[in-house]
């Protein structure tokens, strides 16, 4: 078999097994020829062949695009409602409960939070670790606990540049993941029994920080595809005496949403207006599939009232537990909470980022990342549309590894995973994300593992599963 006829058939089973849908385009003959590592005219020729087995069919001055056979998409859901007032949270132990229940390695792992383990370079990591601790100067295991490391401030500093915000090194706090930034971040701002402007649905560990910290939730609505309800916010802010606001602009956890630059330019006025500080979560920054990646509503910032949230767990490295938080007119507040309870995050793991960034490749593994998820995203959206019913919603997010379903009304989401893990298969059910436990008939499928015949057969089940409530 030629080279281009073996191109051929790895495309044509991409299309076969719905990691490509219908109407999608497919990469373009240089980025083909560039991420395959075969020539222009190779591709050209698989391209040609493809054309004439009817798969793919190019459209003028836009490239080649996979013809409509695949089934009929399913629909998105709306945007959620609103929910009451103010609410003390109290999750945590369905949340407790449930990711507990998400742990045996031998699940399909849908209702994981992190994509697989294999998606990250941690061979290439070791060696930065290896190659940093060696050098390391004698006085840095000490120096650097407090201050961070400066390289790895420097590199985060840099990539803030690359993208449109101007930062001063001193905002800059390094902390234990971007878990601990956000709990540093909501201290700073605020005092037990104060009210927090979330989202609805919302990341549940911040619901637990949220709790833990004994403050009162404003659920905010979110649309899938837009983020927050800013009008809801408004009136909230004017009505309340809110605190601080905790959102996620970019690709919102469990909802995918990403607002649009304008949205942003509202969000930031308003806030500046109200003089409320915003806690913007951007971990899942780096995952855009979009051309241009989005801007974070920081980029705005005129008057340090943002707190930016970021870190390396999702994108690089899983368990070094750094992250960041570029803080603002509050980073002197956070970098001494940090003092008061972890000091620092570890030296070495510091370290080996900052090497990493410097010499391993970032942007290249990102962009291969990206495209892993993106197929992979498809291949879940192909397979909820062969399985699950016609009525069911599904987000469409601009990056990422989760999609957010909305069941039929009867489908009760803690009861689907009870039966799901029964069967070896793993989900996150819509109440864990929500102060008030709504979102009964909802919930978030991870697509960041490989697509195999067992994800597949996983995906018919849970349909059947779907279909008896
Ligand atoms: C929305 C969101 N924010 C924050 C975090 C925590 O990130 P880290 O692992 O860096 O603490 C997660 C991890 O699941 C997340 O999904």
């Not at 659920?219 to 309340?240: K, N, Q």
């Not at 507040?333 to 090497?355: F, G, N």
């Amino acid at each position: 078999m030629k080279r281009y006829e073996r191109f051929a058939d790895e495309i044509a089973e991409l299309i076969r097994s719905g990691v490509l849908k219908g109407g999608e385009r497919i990469p373009s003959v240089r980025h083909a020829s560039r991420t395959y590592g075969v020539s222009p005219s190779t591709v050209f020729q698989a391209y040609y062949l493809l054309e004439d087995r009817g798969l793919i069919q190019a459209r003028a001055r836009s490239g080649y695009f996979v013809r409509e056979h695949a089934k009929r998409p399913l629909n998105e859901p709306d945007i959620s409602a609103r929910a009451g007032e103010t609410t003390e949270v109290g999750v945590s132990e369905l949340v407790f409960s449930v990711l507990a229940s998400l742990r045996d390695p031998q699940t399909v792992p849908f209702g994981s939070a992190f994509p697989s383990p294999g998606l990250f370079p941690l061979p290439r990591l070791a060696r930065s670790m290896a190659h940093a601790v060696r050098d390391m100067p004698a006085g840095a295991v000490i120096a650097e606990m407090t201050a961070g490391n400066p390289d790895l401030r420097r590199q985060i500093a840099l990539r803030y540049m690359v993208s449109g915000v101007m930062l001063p090194l001193e905002e800059l706090v390094i902390t234990n993941g971007a878990m601990e930034a956000l709990n540093l971040c909501l201290q700073a701002v605020t005092e037990p029994g104060d009210l927090v402007a979330i989202e609805a649905p919302a990341f549940y560990a911040t619901l637990q920080v949220l709790e833990r910290l004994k403050l009162k939730a404003v659920e905010i609505p979110v649309h899938p595809r837009e983020g927050i309800d800013l009008d809801v916010l408004a009136d909230s802010l004017r009505r309340l005496p809110i605190k601080a606001c905790w959102f996620m602009s970019s690709l919102q956890n469990p909802l995918g949403a990403s607002m649009g630059e304008a949205k942003k330019d509202a969000l930031y006025a308003l806030i500046e207006q109200h003089q409320v500080p915003l806690i913007e979560d951007d971990v899942y920054a780096e995952l855009y599939f979009t051309r241009e990646p989005p801007k974070p509503v920081k980029s705005r910032d005129r008057q340090g009232l943002v707190m930016h949230c970021g870190s390396f767990s999702k994108s690089l490295a899983p368990g070094y537990r750094v992250g960041w938080v570029a803080a603002g007119r509050f980073a002197e507040q956070v970098s001494r909470l940090k003092l008061m309870t972890t000091i620092s995050p570890s030296v070495p793991a510091q370290a080996a980022i900052a090497d990493y960034l410097q010499h391993g490749g970032y942007d290249r593994h990102l962009r291969k990342l990206r495209h892993t998820l993106e197929m992979q995203q498809g291949a879940m959206l192909a397979s909820a549309a062969r399985h699950f019913p016609a009525s069911t919603r599904v987000t469409r997010p601009g990056g990422g590894y989760f999609l957010w379903f909305e069941f039929p009304e009867p489908v009760d989401s803690l009861q689907l995973l009870h039966l799901a893990l029964a069967q070896g298969i793993s989900l996150a059910p819509g109440p864990i994300f929500s102060a008030t436990q709504r979102f009964r008939n909802c919930a978030r499928l991870n697509h960041g593992h490989a697509w195999d015949q067992r994800s597949e057969n996983a995906m018919a089940l849970l349909g059947r599963m779907i279909k008896s409530f």
